[in-house]
T-cell receptor, first 114, second 113 residues
Framework: DSGVTQTPKHLITATGQRVTLRCSPRSGDLSVYWYQQSLDQGLQFLIQ???????AKGNILERFSAQQFPDLHSELNLSSLELGDSALYFCASSAETGSGNTIYFGEGSWLTVV | GENVEQHPSTLSVQEGDSAVIKCTYS??????FPWYKQELGKRPQLIID?????GEKKDQRIAVTLNKTAKHFSLHITETQPEDSAVYFCAASRAGAGNMLTFGGGTRLMVKP
């Protein structure tokens, strides 16, 4: 158990819908990351937050948005869902934001868009 | 941006043999190189990492080497066991880019008993 908690574990939804994935980082960790893992794309970085502020942005679609709340939990919002958005979405956390801080992954949220 | 390439994509070895996975990176400013192991349907778990001021690091049966000049790093697993079977990912990050990891494409390691 990494200490990073993600909900829901599994989610099935229809195209065009909107879902919210939730993440609680390890106790004391200030930085939260979101990664997408699909079969043909490997682990793709989406976005990073540090202490409530956006810190780095990857190839995150405009239909996707995220935020980190004052209690440090984070949510990833996926809207206008398409079949290609089906993937395993990982949240991860680290104590600080500098390069070299160990990143711990949660168990992931499986999203299936039908 | 950073690009990390990983080879081979699949690797099959006999139990007890060694396994080597290689990665190259493009950004010379990258300074942190972790390796993650991911079992089917599970989360990636850090198994070893190396920083750019070190050339080699070892932890029991696992070692990582880094060649900054050539911009490549490798994972070495000795005396492989069936429980080493998993997908292994290399990654790189650089100072000044948050702590964003760019991952390689992964290597599926199969250890045959």
């Amino acid at each position: 158990d990494s200490g990073v908690t993600q909900t829901p574990k599994h989610l099935i939804t229809a195209t065009g819908q909107r879902v919210t994935l939730r993440c609680s980082p390890r106790s004391g960790d200030l930085s939260v990351y979101w990664y997408q893992q699909s079969l043909d794309q490997g682990l793709q970085f989406l976005i990073q937050y540090y202490n409530g502020e956006e810190r780095a942005k990857g190839n995150i679609l405009e239909r996707f948005s995220a935020q980190q709340f004052p209690d440090l939990h984070s949510e990833l919002n996926l809207s206008s869902l398409e079949l290609g958005d089906s993937a395993l979405y990982f949240c991860a956390s680290s104590a600080e934001t500098g390069s070299g801080n160990t990143i711990y992954f949660g168990e992931g949220s499986w999203l299936t868009v039908v | 941006g950073e690009n990390v390439e990983q080879h081979p994509s699949t690797l099959s070895v006999q139990e007890g043999d060694s396994a080597v996975i290689k990665c190259t990176y493009s950004d010379s400013a990258s300074n942190y190189f972790p390796w993650y192991k991911q079992e089917l349907g599970k989360r990636p778990q850090l198994i070893i990492d190396i920083r750019s001021n070190v050339g080699e690091k070892k932890d029991q049966r696992i070692a990582v080497t880094l060649n900054k000049t050539a911009k490549h790093f490798s994972l070495h697993i000795t005396e492989t066991q069936p429980e080493d079977s998993a997908v292994y990912f290399c990654a790189a990050s650089r100072a000044g880019a948050g702590n964003m990891l760019t991952f390689g494409g992964g290597t599926r390691l199969m250890v045959k008993p």
